[in-house]
Nanobody, 124 residues
Framework: QVQLVESGGGLVQAGGSLRLSCAASGMLLSINAMEWYRQPPGKQRELVAALTSSGNTNYANTVKGRFTISRDTNNNTAYLQMNSLKPEDTAIYYC??????????????????WGQGTQVTVSS
């Protein structure tokens, strides 16, 4: 069974840095895109960064120049390096893998997966 496991969240002062990781378990054939979302307190979930299988990236305007999404293809892991953190970056951060292809026994599966979420708190 495939699942995503996130790590790296925590409490940091404004101006500090954190690196989030999202590792997929299981034997995967391919992943269409790896994405990071966040949900601030009392607000809707929003896209933070995306990385396609071809290497194209996309960032929310609020994090451009501060956050970097990357991956380790061999280990099916996505990363989000967050620098110059601001209090408004406080949120639960979720990773999302789009159109993951894998075999479940003899069954060929295409499915999307969410991580469990990790809390990032930036103090002023």
């Amino acid at each position: 069974q495939v699942q995503l496991v996130e790590s790296g969240g925590g409490l940091v002062q404004a101006g500090g840095s954190l690196r989030l990781s999202c590792a997929a378990s299981g034997m995967l054939l391919s992943i269409n895109a790896m994405e990071w979302y966040r949900q601030p307190p009392g607000k809707q979930r929003e896209l933070v960064a995306a990385l396609t299988s071809s290497g194209n990236t996309n960032y929310a305007n609020t994090v451009k120049g501060r956050f970097t999404i990357s991956r380790d293809t061999n280990n099916n892991t996505a990363y989000l390096q967050m620098n110059s953190l601001k209090p408004e970056d406080t949120a639960i951060y979720y990773c999302y893998f789009d159109r993951v292809r894998y075999y479940s026994g003899s069954l060929y599966v295409i499915k999307d997966f969410w991580g469990q979420g990790t809390q990032v708190t930036v103090s002023s």
